[in-house]
C-alpha cells in the first residue's frame, strides 16, 4: 500500500512543504491529497490520519504520523537509504524550526511577485542567524554538494519554507546562504509544488501581508 500524505494549501502550508518536498527529493513514492485549511470539513478529513486534525499528516499502512518533524524521523526511519539525516551527530543539531517572528511577519507565499518587506528588530535577528547557520553548515558540513550538509535532506527541508519566505520578500542574506537558496529553488520538486501553488483558487487573507489586495505573479 502506498503512503499517503495530506497537505494544506501548496501556497501557504508552510509545514505541509517539509515532508513533501523531503519524500520528492528522496524518491519516497506516495499518494497525496491537498485540503484547503479553509475548507469547511477540514478538521473532518484531516483527522482521519491526524491525530491533532493539523495538516501535514502521513499514513503509511496502519501507521498514522502527524507533524513535520515526526514524518521526516519516520520517513528516515523507515527509508534508511534516503539518508535524510546527516550521519553526525553534531551537523544533525544545526537543524532548527522556530523563528516564530520570521514565520509571522513573512508568511509563506509562493504567489505572490518578489517584492521587498519592511522588517522588525525581531525579524532581522531570526535573519541573521538563518544566514549563519545556514553559512556554517555550506562550510563545515557541505562538501558533495550545494546543500546544508552535501546531499539534499531533512533539513533542507526544514528550511525550505525558510528559503520560500526569503525569496518572496527579498531579505538580504550573504552570498553563501543565496548561493543555497538558489540551489534548492532549482530542484524539480520546487518547481512542482511552487507550479500548483500558481493555480490554487483559495484565499487565505491571513497569510497575505498585502490585503485586502492580493499580488499574485
Known amino acids: 500500500m502506498a ?3 495530506i497537505v494544506g494549501n501548496k501556497n501557504y502550508s508552510s509545514w505541509s512543504f517539509r515532508p513533501w518536498i523531503a519524500m520528492k527529493v528522496a524518491g519516497i513514492p506516495f499518494e497525496e491529497e491537498v485540503i484547503s485549511l479553509n475548507a469547511e470539513d477540514f478538521k473532518q478529513r484531516v483527522s482521519k490520519i491526524s491525530g491533532t ?3 501535514p499528516a502521513l499514513a503509511d499502512g496502519n501507521v498514522q504520523v502527524w507533524e513535520s518533524l515526526a514524518i521526516l524521523e519516520y520517513l528516515a526511519e523507515r527509508f534508511p537509504g534516503a539518508h535524510l539525516w546527516p550521519t553526525d551527530p553534531a551537523a544533525r543539531a544545526e537543524m532548527h524550526a522556530g523563528f516564530v517572528p520570521l514565520r509571522r511577519h513573512l508568511p509563506m507565499n509562493m504567489w505572490r511577485p518578489v517584492a521587498r518587506r519592511d522588517l522588525t528588530p525581531e525579524v532581522q535577528s531570526n535573519v541573521r542567524r538563518i544566514d549563519a ?7 563545515r558540513h557541505g562538501r558533495g554538494g550545494a546543500f546544508l550538509f552535501g ?4 533539513a533542507d527541508a526544514m528550511y525550505a519554507p525558510v528559503v520560500a519566505r526569503f525569496h518572496t520578500y527579498a531579505v538580504e ?3 553563501v546562504a543565496r548561493a543555497y537558496m538558489e540551489a534548492v529553488m532549482a530542484l524539480p520538486a520546487w518547481r512542482e509544488w511552487r507550479a500548483a501553488a500558481l493555480v490554487e483558487p483559495w484565499v487565505l487573507p491571513e497569510d497575505e501581508v498585502d490585503w485586502p489586495t492580493v499580488m499574485r505573479v
Do not use: N, Q
Not at 547557520?133 to 562550510?139: A, K, Q, S, V
Not at 546531499?151 to 531533512?154: D, P, Q, R, T, V
Open 3 to 5: 503512503l499517503k500524505l
Open 53 to 55: 486534525g493539523k495538516v
Open 133 to 139: 547557520i545556514w553559512t556554517d553548515c555550506r562550510t
Open 151 to 154: 546531499a539534499f535532506g531533512a
Open 173 to 175: 542574506v550573504g552570498a
